[in-house]
T-cell receptor
Framework: SQQGEEDPQALSIQEGENATMNCSYK?????LQWYRQNSGRGLVHLIL?????REKHSGRLRVTLDTSKKSSSLLITASRAADTASYFC?????????????FGSGTQLTVLP | NAGVTQTPKFQVLKTGQSMTLQCAQDMNHEYMSWYRQDPGMGLRLIHYSVGAGITDQGEVPNGYNVSRSTTEDFPLRLLSAAPSQTSVYFC??????????????FGSGTRLTVV
């Protein structure tokens, strides 16, 4: 079963614009992570936000977490063509016996030059 | 370069055949796992290991076996391939099995087709 669900499923923007992707999840979590996947490649870890954090920054990435709404957002500022990829949120469920990261189905981001 | 290495990158199997997907990491990571990725379904956990000699099932373990005899290697065995196992398989590792600390490092994947 999928814990995280991304929205929108697909997003197309112009280079230089900001891109916002959302993730909703169902159960309590220890942390939430965002990954990027370029076409035909493996996933790359972008950022991890813990359940007691509300916002985190890494370069052009900004992630927010609202545990009361069970949602997170990933903002990519000043997007570039190289940001074209699929983006996945993944949740680390609270209370698990070991790590079982659960991934959503992803948002396909296309940045047009 | 340090990382997670998966072999082969592509494989075509006939229904009923068996094979082993290899995964090796050189980062001394404690935790290793296998996911499959199908269109529109994200990644689903097959099996995982929190250390040498310790493995457990994930969400979709049927038809797959794993073992972890060393820290570095975590092979995935398909016992009798079925068309439903056509997918892209990813191996992922993490420094620790503890939560709330580290993200995963992924391999580049194995694209498997069962005919």
């Amino acid at each position: 079963s999928q814990q995280g669900e991304e929205d929108p499923q697909a997003l197309s923007i112009q280079e230089g614009e900001n891109a916002t992707m959302n993730c909703s999840y169902k159960t309590s979590i220890n942390n939430l992570q965002w990954y990027r996947q370029n076409s035909g490649r493996g996933l790359v870890h972008l950022i991890l936000i813990r359940s007691n954090e509300r916002e985190k920054h890494s370069g052009r990435l900004r992630v927010t977490l609202d545990t009361s709404k069970k949602s997170s957002s990933l903002l990519i500022t000043a997007s570039r063509a190289a940001d074209t990829a699929s983006y996945f949120c993944a949740t680390d469920p609270f209370g698990g016996s070991a790590r079982q990261l659960t991934f959503g189905s992803g948002t396909q981001l296309t940045v047009l030059p | 370069n340090a990382g997670v290495t998966q072999t082969p990158k592509f494989q075509v199997l006939k229904t009923g055949q068996s094979m082993t997907l290899q995964c090796a990491q050189d980062m001394n990571h404690e935790y290793m796992s296998w996911y499959r990725q199908d269109p529109g379904m994200g990644l689903r956990l097959i099996h995982y290991s929190v250390g040498a000699g310790i493995t457990d099932q994930g969400e979709v373990p049927n038809g797959y076996n794993v073992s972890r005899s060393t820290t570095e290697d975590f092979p995935l065995r398909l016992l009798s391939a079925a068309p439903s196992q056509t997918s892209v398989y990813f191996c992922a590792s993490s420094y620790t099995a503890a939560t709330s600390l580290y993200g995963y490092t992924f391999g580049s994947g194995t694209r498997l087709t069962v005919v």
